[in-house]
């Protein structure tokens, strides 16, 4: 059973246009997160929910708005993607917040904006 | 705030020799320090973590790091590579003291030759 998936694993799209990869843990952790991940292989977080509440958030362009309909759920939604979007994003988990706490990964969503 | 640096972009070593690879950290309280690697085209896999306790911690696939706070580094180590362990190295570091979140670094390429 996987852990943490993602899905779509790959995603290319035109600019402007609006997307969503969806990320679902199985490991009954209570926080989720986003991480892009740019061509250099630099990783930045970018969300983090706990228990369905944003708790990190960012200095990420409002047109990613991440939402969490359930504790095992946390979807990213892309408005008028731009080329510059173009990066692999990974989902993570981990069993709650404090900074002990290891973290799972998803396999990566390849984004490329065409 | 808090910053987590690898200095080597790359690291080469021959099948067999020890290899190291290098983390310096930065925070305002207690560092909690992670190491994980990342396959390619794979999300990234938690090798090992220093919460409190004996500065030596021992991880996965043989790696252990040691974690210096006078000279605060966080270097992994293997007494003797495997041409499996190139793969991308992430140092991350978590404060207390900044809602858990996790900063990482830049990356360094292992490259295990036979």
């Known amino acids: 059973d996987t852990a943490v998936s993602q899905t779509p694993k790959y995603l290319v799209t035109q600019m402007g246009n609006d997307k969503s990869i969806k990320c679902e843990q199985n490991?009954?952790?209570?926080?989720m997160y986003w991480y892009k991940q740019d061509s250099k292989k630099f990783l930045k977080i970018m969300f983090s929910?706990?228990?369905?509440?944003?708790?990190i958030n960012e200095t990420v362009p409002n047109r990613f708005s991440p939402k969490s309909p359930d504790k095992a759920h946390l979807n990213l939604h892309i408005n008028s993607l731009e080329l510059g979007d173009s990066a692999v994003y990974f989902c993570?988990?981990?069993?709650?917040?404090?900074?002990?706490?290891?973290?799972?990964f998803g396999p990566g969503t390849r984004l490329t904006v065409l | 705030a808090q910053s987590v640096a690898q200095p080597e972009d790359q690291v080469n070593v021959a099948e067999g020799n020890p290899l190291t690879v290098k983390c310096t950290y930065s925070?305002?309280?207690?560092?909690?320090l992670f190491w994980y690697v990342q396959y390619p085209n794979r999300g990234l896999q938690f090798l090992l973590k220093?919460?409190?306790?004996?500065?030596l911690v021992k991880g996965s696939y043989g790696f252990e790091a040691e974690f210096n706070k006078s000279q605060t580094s966080f270097h992994l180590k293997k007494p003797s590579a495997l041409v499996s362990d190139s793969a991308l190295y992430f140092c991350?570091?978590?404060?207390?003291?900044?809602?858990?979140?996790?900063?990482f670094g830049d990356g360094t390429t292992l490259t295990v030759k036979p």
């Open positions: 993570a988990s981990s069993q709650d917040f404090p900074s002990t706490d290891t973290q799972y």
């Open positions: 220093y919460i409190t306790g004996d500065n």
């Open positions: 991350a570091v978590r404060d207390d003291t900044n809602a858990g979140k996790s900063t």
């Open positions: 929910y706990n228990n369905k509440e944003l708790i």
């Open positions: 490991l009954g952790h209570d926080t």
């Open positions: 925070v305002s309280g207690n560092p909690y």
